[in-house]
């Protein structure tokens, strides 16, 4: 995993960069942890596809596949 690849690397040079780049924002935003609704904490992390749960209060919340989208 270089440091411009990030974590597309793991596919080397196949699939085209474009494709690379797309899959490396998808995985950043999987990571990242967001706000919880309920306690305003930055803990809700994702759990599994479209379930995402908070660390602190334990919360649990059905949202974006990716990315953690409040209402």
Sequence with gaps: MG???GSAGRFGSKYGKKIRDKIKE???K???KYKC???SR???VREASGI???KKCGAKYASGAYEFKSK
Excluded: G, H, L, N
Aim: proline residues 6%; positive net charge.
């Design 3 to 5: 440091k411009k690849t």
């Design 26 to 28: 998808i995985d950043a």
């Design 30 to 32: 999987k990571k990242k």
């Design 37 to 39: 609704p309920s306690c």
């Design 42 to 44: 930055i803990a809700v």
């Design 52 to 54: 995402w749960i908070c």
